[in-house]
């Protein structure tokens, strides 16, 4: 395998023109809302994943397989192992996880070393 083919299988799976199903949000007025698009360009970490409409952050997840997460003591499961969909409020939940430490460090131990 070459290195190029290598390097393709560590990115994370974007399909930007699937048909991403909808959920219902709200008891009293529920709203149908599904995954976006656009939001892989905003946050190129997402993972998506197709069978369960759920995303992974995809550095949080590689570097949990790797047991490279050895410093956040709050791991954010539903972005590391659980997956999250909670669209409603994606936007917010996607910054937080960001700027979290795990999401920190995992960036740091596997993108970094990932380049260099
Ligand atoms: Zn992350």
Known sequence: MTL??????????QPK???FPK???????PVMRSFQASWFDRWPWLHYIESRDVVLCFHCAEAKKQKKLNWCNNADEAFISKGFYNWKDATVKHVQHESSNC???????VVTVQIY
Not at 23 to 29: I, M, N
């Open 103 to 109: 999401h920190k460090e995992a960036v740091l131990k």
């Open 23 to 29: 959920r219902s949000f709200g008891k009293k007025v």
């Open 4 to 13: 190029w083919l290598l390097a393709m299988e560590l990115q994370p799976h």
């Open 17 to 19: 023109s699937f048909d």
